[in-house]
Nanobody, 118 residues
Framework: QTQLVESGGGLVQPGGSLRLSCEAS????????MGWFRQPPGKQRELVAE???????NYADSAKGRFTISRDDAKNTISLQMYSLNPEDTSVYYC????????????WGRGTQVTVSS
């Protein structure tokens, strides 16, 4: 079955940057959209950014101007470039896929930890 594997997480100081990657075991064009989610401690899982087959993107207000989502169909990979990280960005970050005709993301990776701390 399809797998989504995240990488690139780690420990970074406030103001620093990280680039997360997610590689899928199938053509990511098969998904209507691909997205990055996070679940900070004590909070519900939330959408950080998503990108559709058309190239259209959507960002959480907290991510706008700091994060950039991109896709590489040839490599079946999506990425999340994060700048100006702050402690509130600390979370497990999950890669997810949304199938055509579906209103929700149903395919999930196992996640990669991002910790922003001094």
């Amino acid at each position: 079955q399809t797998q989504l594997v995240e990488s690139g997480g780690g420990l970074v100081q406030p103001g620093g940057s990280l680039r997360l990657s997610c590689e899928a075991s199938e053509n990511i064009f098969n998904f209507l959209g691909m997205g990055w989610f996070r679940q900070p401690p004590g909070k519900q899982r939330e959408l950080v950014a998503e990108i559709f087959r058309s190239g259209r993107t959507n960002y959480a207000d907290s991510a706008k101007g700091r994060f950039t989502i991109s896709r590489d169909d040839a490599k079946n990979t999506i990425s999340l470039q994060m700048y100006s990280l702050n402690p509130e960005d600390t979370s497990v970050y999950y890669c997810a896929g949304r199938r055509p005709g579906r209103s929700a993301y149903e395919k999930w990776g196992r996640g990669t930890q991002v910790t922003v701390s001094s």
